[in-house]
């Protein structure tokens, strides 16, 4: 893998985290009369930033608690805390997770 090349001038630099948005778009009934939740999160980098290269997610009711790779729409038990964040191409992550109240 080829090292990169050196950042160099004012344009290079991208210190600001992105922007975190999550929103229990959709609340039902599942089977066995589980109460979840549907959620989508969307991000973006500052104008002029690296971009935003991934969003992760977790729930810490979740049994295996760990971030995941937020890929689509996320369809939970609606109990708990889901937090999500964002990292952009220069690695720099939303500072807070962002929590979401799945409880209804
Ligand atoms: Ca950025």
Same mark, same amino acid.
């Given at each position: 893998? #080829?090292? +990169?090349?050196?950042?160099?001038?004012?344009? #290079? #630099?991208?210190?600001?985290?992105?922007?975190?948005? #999550?929103?229990?778009?959709?609340?039902?009934?599942?089977?066995?009369?589980?109460?979840?939740?549907? *959620?989508?999160?969307?991000?973006?980098?500052?104008?002029?930033?690296? %971009?935003?290269?991934? *969003?992760?997610?977790?729930?810490?009711?979740?049994?295996?608690? +760990?971030? +995941?790779?937020?890929?689509?729409?996320?369809?939970? &038990?609606?109990?708990?805390?889901?937090?999500? +964040?964002?990292?952009?191409?220069?690695?720099?992550?939303? &500072?807070?997770?962002? %929590?979401?109240?799945?409880?209804?």
């Amino acid at each position: 893998m #080829a090292a +990169r090349p050196a950042e160099t001038g004012a344009a #290079a #630099a991208d210190d600001t985290p992105p922007t975190t948005t #999550a929103a229990a778009a959709e609340r039902y009934v599942g089977p066995g009369g589980v109460n979840r939740a549907r *959620i989508t999160v969307t991000a973006a980098d500052e104008a002029g930033g690296s %971009g935003v290269d991934r *969003i992760e997610w977790l729930q810490p009711s979740d049994a295996d608690v +760990r971030f +995941r790779p937020y890929t689509g729409a996320l369809d939970l &038990p609606a109990t708990g805390t889901l937090y999500v +964040r964002t990292v952009d191409r220069e690695g720099n992550a939303d &500072p807070a997770y962002y %929590g979401v109240d799945l409880g209804s």
